[in-house]
């Protein structure tokens, strides 16, 4: 355990045993300190949209096929020309130091064990630098909350950048927070710096302090900033928060690269769909023209199955991995994408798909 | 304290801390007397029509839109030419003494506070004159329930529109009252006098009693009543308990100037649809020729923007406010209307709105 | 309390108070023997249906109508030439000495009392003659389960018609009783004589035992049966247990005089569909040609408008009665009769309809 | 009890009473140690799909007939040419002797008695000649999971054909183990010899250990593999685990006599769709060219109906019978088809079908 600003950090760096992927909440809730595990648990309102993410999944059954021919189904896939062993990524999530004291640096190093790929939020309690440092020349994302700021942006970019992002995810959906009582309830004030920003108050010189620079976050986006980040960076820009196919339309319009369809795993406009429910009506608007990447409310292997039949390329985890990492460090971490992908092969072996590709091409039905 | 023929009424005047308005329900029934409480919070029958008010929200879905450039959104709008900071207003609901010493004249204060508008209703416990009073030039509605003695209306129309009401609220959903359990368990008896009728009786001079006067609550209302009313009191007259299209015709053809989509929170007609189902065909019948205002089950800003969207202009909650009137007094009632606004511009930014105009026209899902 | 054969049966002769219908039942098994209870309370296998029965009440809704000029509107009605007060009539139900020492006499009485028809049971505790004499004049209805010794049927239809009956029940859905787990598992023997199949074994001078008589009850029923009966008695027949409408177009073929849709309140098959999903249809079959009555799940005032405004003419309830039986004698019945006509009075006021008639015109919705 | 390998086995043989199948779970889990209840009672993932099995029976309604002149309707049915009593059958399970130290055994002697069909799996804990000697003449089928080493398939196809299986069901839909919790919680082991496996191991000569055997089991599965074992055995070849019109196709065009429509009781794939709610469209592909047989779910005689009623010719039930093994031996077996077979009768009849026949052409409604 560490204390920081008076915030108890799990340190633990130990093998642990996934039944599954939701009794690690439980498991988590008793080392992370209340603030933080509420801030990582919590959707917003009364987290309809939370629950419905969830539920949405059960809206469709996948077809068994018994006669395929299928044996040892692989797992593999690629995106932007990197291949990984697993569909399923890293989503970025904000303060990993909530979780456990060495954050992001831990969480990339597990991912990177498991041979995918891993998302450094701007909001990290571990910076650019350390975090992909972790990842060993594992590919990993840099995500942008932008700042109104755009001297902070690219500062953020030209760092990711020089340290070898293999993308930037542009988060577009959290123009403002969602309204998440278990803050409000816990009175919770993140106890940790963010180390980007501190990076950018100390190194620009412009005598910004970090709760400056955070009030700057933008709220007003467009295409145009789209298209602004794609332009300097020079890297494939994917769009993260899209649940309207108008609006994937849009990012692609504007020089997106990928389009991560997501609603911030209910955290953020609650009285909208599942992200699940929403996910074939986009996939259809991009058409395969760019990479289409998933996340909000998978925690089973039929579930990633689900939302690569439905037109994902990729699915991405958050909070349980981030139960994981304070579990089990960078071990626990990688024991998550593993188990999952463990489950995700078995339902392809017993669906008939022996390829990532096969999966996307299954029928689902709905009863 | 403040012990009235028996009855404990609250004199509370604070600060009340909002997580959410479902709780203030079971704070509120900490300190409302037990029979008042059943009547305030209760439904009529088996209460599904109650339930389903708020089950019906969950029938669609806000579409978040997310590169929409939009920024600090505002929640101003106006009625009859009167401007108001949000489109959340004050429903009429009777009695407002069995939560509050001080009743409805605190409930206007905090209303006016709030910068929105206040319903006063027939059945007060406070006089026309004193909420008029209590609300300081804010704008306030006078809600009518129709006697069979037409001077007892008249005496009604003329002292409210004396005191400056804006608009009559003609409520026609309550030719007779629900069945509603609570009260006949609780053998429940009104305590306290109510204003207007007290008021009548003396100032009339037909010597008749309060309970005279409640006992000649018109039961038979048809168009000709609402016409009546509009030519006498030459004020806009809201008609108030619309729940299909056709009785929303039949009341613009009589004069009407609003049209008050209600099933009175559950508390008449149990069996019937939750009033969210109703909205969409009765906006479309009235097609913006008035405005429209809804209530039945409001307590989150995404069923402010859910109830707006599908073609309300106004949306009106009742017992929330009236609990947090026996909570705080005047601030309570002021900090609801705040609390709500601010969820529903959250939502507004979430979901890709900048106006109340925006919120109108915005794309609803069904999954 | 009264003990027959070892079995406890209430005496009780006095006021009940209802607050619902529902809340009878719990009070009712504190004073009915256990095996007693379980027999007149249980449905069949899982009891999936007898759940349906009230499910499906709720997939409709009442449109609720506000400015029709209703005021005080009217429950009467009448069935084959008879004027009752309400269209809420007892259905026939056996054994009710299981629930109170007088049995069906108490209930016809108080059934009468209410001014609404009494149905007597084939395997009545009282006999035909003491039922007619406790109706004082008062409409009642015979229902006959079929026997294969046909003497035995018309010894019972005579008796019926000697004694004034206004119409026969001619209950078909009960060719074998359905699989009650209940009666299983309390090892429910029937403590108490059937009247009318002791009367018969004695005055026939066949020899019969009430055994061998009850076993011999017809399982083979077909539309010929349903003539047979008709041209026998002499009075109007209605064909009782009816859940299709080819069965509703065979028994009017056959000469029914009435169709009674009723799936025996959950007690014969299960895994089949409520009654009230099947009331459309049917209605729609019988087109006005005879009366429609309706049971199964009827516990509140929203459930009879409903079921009227789907096609039934009469509304029958079964268990409530026997419940108030065994709480307060006749008075408990006639309260049960009137309390749930009070229930119906008030949806009518609310939902815009002045008269039976205007009910069965009354809009559903269905969300 | 018996004890083997520290595994405590029932050994009784007794008289069962029976209220409903589903309480024989809870009985038995008192009886069967954690580790083989957790086995046999155990779905895969979240369940889901176990749980659907269930509730899709509730997605229909049978039609009740009632002027249908049925009387003692007939269960009886044959298939492949061999009468039995009743349309219920035993679906092969693996390793009985979990359950009961007699294991298949006492389950095929149990089946023969009620008069109706064994199904011996390959992983049973008593071998082929035993559990056929047990039968007594009764008809059995053989149920085969391939396994890689050809030798041993044609083992077990000859030792089930010289005991006379009448027929061999061939699994499809376990090319891998469904990811299952209760195993790995309960560190789970088999504790018992599988007798076919070890057979083959002794008397093929080739030295394998039953764990080398066991790990040899077939994932590729194709047409071409039903052919060979068809063309081999010389009897009618049942295709198991079908839950696609599809694979139901290409297992009749690879020479497939049956197709046995079951999802493995969800044991197998989760997240696809209950057993049921597939089998109408795998019927229609069938299209009568050979017999229909359905699984998982089965626990009540209406849900047998519904079964017959949408398609299937048999109906086959695992789980309950097996608990009821572990009760009472041959007699708990024998009484589990008996009641099965009585609460269905008694649907026949209340659903108006005199004949299984009739069954299949019974009605069934969607509400």
Redesign the interface.
Same mark, same amino acid.
């Given at each position: 355990m560490t204390v920081t600003n008076g915030y108890e950090q799990s340190d633990r760096e130990q093998a642990i045993k996934i039944?599954?992927l939701?009794e690690l909440e439980d498991q988590a809730r008793q080392i992370i300190p209340q603030g933080g595990f509420g801030y990582i648990s919590e959707g917003s309102?009364?987290e309809?949209?939370k629950a419905?993410n969830r539920a949405?999944?059960?809206?469709v059954?996948?077809?068994?096929?018994?006669?395929?021919?299928?044996?040892?189904p692989s797992t593999s896939t690629s995106v932007f020309g990197v291949s990984i062993k697993t569909p399923v990524i890293m989503a970025p999530t904000a303060a990993q130091g909530l979780a456990h004291t060495r954050g992001e640096a831990a969480t990339a190093e597990g991912v990177a064990a498991a041979g995918t790929i891993m998302s450094q939020s701007t909001y990290g309690t571990t910076s650019i630098a350390e975090t992909a440092e972790a990842s060993k020349g594992a590919p990993w994302f840099f995500q942008l909350y932008m700042s109104n700021d755009w001297e902070f942006n690219e500062a953020l970019l030209d760092e990711a950048k020089s340290h070898g992002a293999a993308a930037v995810v542009l988060t577009?959906?959290s123009?403002?927070?969602?309204?998440r009582?278990p803050d409000?309830?816990n009175e919770f004030q993140f106890p940790l710096p963010m180390a980007n920003l501190a990076a950018f108050s100390e190194t620009s010189g412009k005598g910004k302090g970090i709760f400056e620079i955070y009030a700057a976050a933008k709220?007003?986006?467009?295409?145009a900033d789209?298209r602004r980040v794609a332009e300097y960076v020079g890297l494939p820009v994917i769009?993260k928060?899209?649940?309207?196919p108008?609006?994937a339309a %849009? &990012?692609l319009g504007?020089g997106a690269s990928g389009i991560w369809v997501s609603?911030h795993g209910g955290r953020?406009?609650?009285?909208?769909?599942?992200s699940f429910?929403?996910l074939p009506s986009i996939a259809r608007a991009v058409n395969g023209r760019v990479p289409v990447i998933f996340d909000s409310g998978v925690r089973?292997?039929?579930?990633v199955?689900?939302a690569l039949a439905s037109g994902a390329d990729l699915v991405a985890i958050g909070r349980p991995a981030i139960y994981a990492l304070a579990l089990g460090g960078a071990q626990g971490v990688r024991t998550v994408f593993e188990y999952l992908t463990?489950?995700f092969r078995?339902?392809m072996? %017993? &669906?008939g798909t022996q390829t990532v590709d096969d999966v996307k091409r299954a029928?689902l039905?709905h009863?």
């Open positions: 039944i599954n939701d309102e009364d309809w949209t419905r949405a999944f059960n809206t059954q996948i077809a068994p096929r018994v006669l395929h021919s299928v044996e040892a577009v959906d123009m403002q927070g969602g309204y009582e409000i309830r709220q007003k986006i467009t295409g789209v769009v928060g899209i649940q309207d108008c609006d %849009l &990012a504007s609603n953020q406009l609650n009285g909208g769909p599942g429910d929403v089973r292997g039929s579930q199955f689900k463990h489950e078995i339902v072996q %017993l &669906a029928k039905l009863y």
